[in-house]
């Protein structure tokens, strides 16, 4: 199986702030890397398809990149309602894998 | 518009067997796949399985030796069976197409005597 590391498992951050939160796989997954947010209580959102392509309706401060085989998701100026949870997905094969999670939270 | 709904049991008992039934609605099964993603409680999310728009199946890897996913297409129906429950498959089991769009809002198990 392709295991997916993700870093760091929490993240305090400051209002205003650039966040990069990342991924790196075990083997080549090419771009096949989603990003997904979860507040609590709620069902995941996709943000991020193809390593670097905005879902619909994503705010245009998120943004995705591939260096590699580590895989980034970049919040340009942290805003309150990006506090959430956050989590890598590599659909490249069966089975697919999620990175452990990021918990972003206010400093 | 785009619609999951996963329905099922809230308690299981331990080494009894779990039936998840996700309807859809506002797209075809035999054109999109469906996954199920469950959450333990306070944990990660974690890959269960998928159908594939073909009807073809994928599990992960820890599960596949209790898990089966089936559909039924005319039903707008996809279907989920984990048999040999333990306290660990205890979580909020999700479907979903993955792609953009809503997943459902989930379903709490939890299995416990």
């Known amino acids: 199986d392709i295991q997916m590391t993700q870093s760091p498992s929490s993240l305090p951050a400051s209002l205003g702030d650039r966040v990069t939160i990342t991924c790196r796989a075990s083997?080549?997954?090419?771009?096949?890397l989603r990003w997904f947010q979860q507040k609590p209580g709620k069902s995941p959102r996709l943000m991020i398809y193809?390593?670097?392509n905005l879902a619909a309706g994503v705010p245009s401060r998120f943004s995705g990149s591939r260096s590699g085989s580590d895989y980034s998701l970049t919040i340009s100026s942290l805003e309150s309602e990006d506090m959430a949870d956050y989590y890598c997905?590599?659909?490249?094969?069966?089975?697919?894998?999620f990175g452990s999670g990021t918990k972003l939270e206010i400093k | 518009q785009v619609q999951l709904k996963e329905s099922g049991p809230g308690l299981v008992q331990p080494s009894q067997t779990l039936s998840l039934t996700c309807t859809v609605s506002?797209?075809?099964?035999?054109?999109?796949?469906v996954h199920w993603v469950r959450q333990p409680p306070g944990k990660g999310l974690e890959w269960v399985g998928a159908?594939?728009?073909?009807?073809?199946?994928d599990y992960n890897s820890a599960l596949k030796s209790r898990l089966s996913i089936s559909r039924d297409t005319s039903k707008s129906q996809v279907f989920l069976k984990m048999n040999s429950l333990q306290t660990e498959d205890t979580a909020i089991y999700f479907c979903?197409?993955?792609?953009?769009?809503?997943w459902g809002q989930g379903v709490m198990v939890t299995v416990s005597s």
């Open positions: 979903t197409r993955l792609g953009g769009g809503p």
């Open positions: 506002g797209f075809s099964l035999t054109s999109n796949s």
């Open positions: 159908i594939w728009s073909g009807g073809s199946t």
């Open positions: 083997q080549d997954i090419g771009n096949y």
């Open positions: 193809g390593a670097t």
């Open positions: 997905l590599q659909s490249k094969e069966s089975p697919l894998t």
